[in-house]
């Protein structure tokens, strides 16, 4: 039996650690690429795969180290899920944010091109390239109208997939993720922020939870399924891009109340800061996955107030072991 081979770049955030996993457990060998040596890999060891892929460095800025990478493993598949994905940093930094989700997206693809087109591409696009909407719910087909520098340059990203797969018969497909969660998920998220403040209110080890905007709605689902899709994309015969969302939205003042509800707090700890709104935002947005579910047979039925239970059990779970761990002598 062939072995199949995947590169994946941004291995050490959350959608590389969970479909490390996933690809592991269909017999794959998983090349997983950081862009330095520093980069945090506690992710893949939270679950328990960091031992099981090969880890290489490269900086995706320059064609030459992904020229390397396709030699070396001649992979069969490539999931690009590197990219600058924090919206509130592309404001900071927005040139830099869209060198490297546009540059790196086009170096892949001319390696791809160049070494072997029969190598299948995975893009992670974004929901965010949709920004002031006309019509909900989102398809595939909706206009696009980005509102801050990370979703132009994702935008700018998927065309560039789109030209490649079109001009040079590749086969590249996007999957356009709306929002989701998952414990793994960095701090500076909005979920993970909530919950773990929520918790630590509920220690006396923080006083209030500001947060920006909360009456703007959004489309969240859970990250583990998500990857399943990811996959489920290079197995088709022919690529396409696919929504990838729980297709019904929620508000970040539902969420917050819940969590709140949940552990126990008084809602009176958390405020909204305008000094944390954003200068432009989406008000409310939310997907139609039936083309996913159809085409890809993709199977998604999660609320997400059940994720909200199962990401705050993992995160009381966890902390309860490390507490546990520190007093052991």
Same mark, same amino acid.
């Given at each position: 039996?062939?072995? /199949?081979?995947?590169?994946? !770049?941004?291995?050490?955030?959350?959608?590389?650690?969970?479909?490390?996993?996933?690809?592991?457990? /269909?017999?794959?060998?998983?090349?997983?690429? $950081?862009?330095?040596?520093?980069?945090?890999?506690?992710?893949?060891?939270?679950?328990?795969?960091?031992?099981?892929?090969?880890? @290489?460095?490269?900086? +995706?800025?320059?064609?030459?180290?992904?020229?390397?990478?396709?030699?070396?493993?001649?992979? =069969?598949?490539?999931?690009?899920?590197?990219?600058?994905?924090?919206?509130?940093?592309?404001?900071?930094?927005? /040139?830099?944010?869209?060198?490297?989700? !546009?540059?790196?997206?086009?170096?892949?693809?001319?390696?791809?091109? =160049?070494?072997?087109?029969?190598?299948?591409?995975? =893009?992670?696009?974004?929901?965010?390239?949709?920004?002031?909407?006309?019509?909900?719910?989102?398809?595939?087909?909706? $206009?696009?109208?980005?509102?801050?520098?990370?979703?132009?340059?994702?935008?700018?990203?998927?065309?560039?997939?789109?030209?490649?797969?079109?001009?040079? =018969?590749?086969?590249?497909?996007?999957?356009?993720?709306?929002?989701? @969660?998952?414990?793994?998920?960095?701090?500076?998220?909005?979920?993970?922020?909530?919950?773990?403040?929520? $918790?630590?209110?509920?220690?006396?080890?923080?006083?209030?939870?500001?947060?920006?905007?909360?009456?703007? /709605?959004?489309?969240?689902?859970?990250?583990?399924?998500?990857? @399943?899709?990811?996959?489920?994309?290079?197995?088709?015969?022919?690529?396409?891009?696919?929504?990838?969302?729980?297709?019904?939205?929620?508000?970040?003042?539902?969420?917050?109340?819940?969590?709140? #509800?949940?552990?126990?707090?008084?809602?009176?700890?958390?405020?909204?800061?305008? @000094?944390?709104?954003?200068?432009?935002?989406? $008000?409310?947005?939310?997907? #139609?996955?039936?083309?996913?579910?159809?085409?890809?047979?993709?199977?998604?039925?999660?609320?997400?107030?059940?994720?909200?239970?199962? +990401?705050?059990?993992?995160?009381?779970?966890?902390?309860?072991?490390?507490?546990?761990?520190?007093?052991?002598?």
């Amino acid at each position: 039996m062939n072995i /199949k081979t995947a590169i994946i !770049t941004g291995v050490n955030g959350q959608d590389g650690a969970y479909l490390s996993k996933l690809l592991l457990s /269909k017999g794959y060998r998983v090349i997983g690429v $950081i862009r330095r040596k520093q980069a945090n890999l506690e992710k893949l060891r939270y679950l328990k795969v960091l031992d099981k892929i090969t880890i @290489e460095i490269a900086n +995706l800025l320059h064609k030459k180290a992904i020229d390397v990478l396709l030699e070396k493993y001649k992979p =069969q598949e490539f999931y690009n899920l590197a990219a600058q994905s924090s919206v509130y940093e592309s404001f900071i930094s927005p /040139k830099a944010t869209f060198e490297f989700n !546009t540059l790196s997206v086009f170096n892949i693809l001319d390696a791809v091109k =160049q070494f072997d087109k029969n190598i299948r591409i995975y =893009q992670a696009s974004s929901s965010e390239m949709f920004g002031k909407v006309n019509a909900l719910p989102i398809t595939e087909n909706s $206009i696009l109208h980005p509102v801050s520098p990370y979703a132009i340059s994702k935008a700018s990203a998927h065309y560039t997939c789109v030209f490649f797969r079109e001009s040079y =018969q590749m086969h590249v497909s996007s999957g356009i993720l709306f929002n989701h @969660e998952s414990y793994l998920r960095d701090t500076t998220f909005f979920v993970k922020k909530v919950i773990t403040s929520c $918790i630590k209110i509920s220690k006396g080890e923080l006083d209030i939870l500001e947060v920006g905007n909360i009456s703007i /709605k959004r489309d969240f689902g859970f990250a583990p399924k998500y990857v @399943e899709a990811m996959h489920l994309m290079l197995q088709k015969s022919t690529p396409s891009d696919y929504l990838i969302c729980s297709g019904k939205s929620v508000s970040l003042k539902e969420i917050i109340d819940y969590v709140f #509800d949940k552990i126990g707090v008084d809602k009176a700890k958390y405020k909204s800061n305008s @000094e944390l709104f954003r200068p432009s935002e989406i $008000i409310d947005i939310y997907g #139609d996955n039936s083309k996913a579910k159809n085409t890809l047979n993709w199977d998604y039925n999660y609320s997400f107030f059940d994720i909200l239970d199962m +990401l705050i059990n993992e995160e009381l779970e966890n902390r309860q072991n490390e507490s546990a761990s520190k007093k052991l002598p």
